[in-house]
């Protein structure tokens, strides 16, 4: 099943997602319908308030469907290390056509569950390293927007209403 990308500024996006307590077929097919509906979406990564289900779970696969041992479910993550620093172009499925650079570090290390429910550690640099942090962020109720001066954040915001004001959003 594919879902619909919520959108900003809807409520989901901004409040922190519930963990994840049961590990069920269901929550296999929710993984799957996640991977489809990015997969339509063509984005890289997907966390569930993107698809207005505020549980502690996002997906990525920066291959795109080219190697699916690329695909990587985090359930229930953290960051557990951070180290160096970047400052690279971000774009998100819930701000279609906004992108902005933002301030990350280089390479974390993500403490998860996986869909049977058993705890791994996966360490992430460059474009890894900024999808863990963008999708965990997601699951924290933060925006990638949230990370610009406010300056910045006020012109995206201006641009969205703009959006919004023509039918465009």
């Known amino acids: 099943m594919i879902y619909p990308i919520i959108k900003y500024p809807d409520p989901v996006l901004m409040k922190p997602a519930k963990d994840v307590t049961v590990f069920d077929k269901e929550l296999k097919q929710l993984v799957e319908d996640m991977f489809e509906s990015m997969y339509e979406a063509q984005g890289i990564g997907l966390a569930a308030p993107q698809i207005n289900i505020a549980k502690r779970l996002c997906i990525i696969d920066l291959s795109f469907k080219k190697n699916p041992a690329e695909k990587i479910v985090l359930i229930n993550p953290e960051i557990i290390e951070k180290e160096g620093k970047q400052h690279e172009e971000e774009g998100c499925l819930s701000l279609p056509e ?31 390293s900024r999808a863990f942090q963008h999708e965990i962020d997601h699951l924290n109720g933060v925006l990638f927007i949230d990370h610009l001066s406010r300056l910045k954040r006020d012109l995206v915001l201006r641009r969205i209403r703009k959006m919004q004001k023509n039918g465009e959003w």
């Open 98 to 128: 906004i992108r902005e650079k933002v301030n990350r570090a280089f390479q974390v290390k993500v403490r998860a569950q996986d869909v049977e429910g058993k705890w791994f550690e996966i360490e992430g640099t460059e474009l890894l």
